[in-house]
């Protein structure tokens, strides 16, 4: 079985050469997440593509957000649609708003739609 290079957790894998080391890093990495939920109460038809405001968005604490936070280039953004995570190439989000991609289907109204915002610092 191959060795996964990006889930190794020695310097090497047991029957594959290692290439190189791994090599520690002094200090700690420190995630930061923030979430954002919008449950539309109208279905989305997203034939021509939706932008939809951040300020629709509520965040962990149950508060109105007013813009997303956005970590770059230490981080990266996931969308969850009804629970299931999408495709990066279906969607954009700015500190603004998420944009829907133009594509042939309705998010029905009730729908969760999250916003789920990752970045990385170090200690």
Wanted: hydrophobic share 40%; charged share 10%; proline share 8%.
């Amino acid at each position: 079985m191959p060795c996964m290079q990006r889930i190794r957790v020695s310097s090497t894998c047991i029957g594959t050469p290692s290439s190189s080391p791994v090599t520690p890093v002094e200090g700690r990495i420190i995630p930061t997440i923030n979430r954002y939920f919008y449950i539309p109460d109208e279905d989305i038809d997203l034939t021509n593509g939706v932008t939809i405001p951040a300020n629709l968005f509520f965040c962990d604490d149950g508060n109105q957000v007013i813009a997303f936070m956005i970590f770059s280039p230490n981080g990266y953004v996931n969308l969850y649609i009804n629970a299931v995570m999408q495709e990066g190439g279906i969607y954009t989000v700015t500190t603004d708003s998420l944009t829907l991609n133009p594509y042939a289907t309705t998010i029905f109204a009730g729908t969760p739609i999250i916003v789920e915002s990752l970045g990385f610092s170090t200690a």
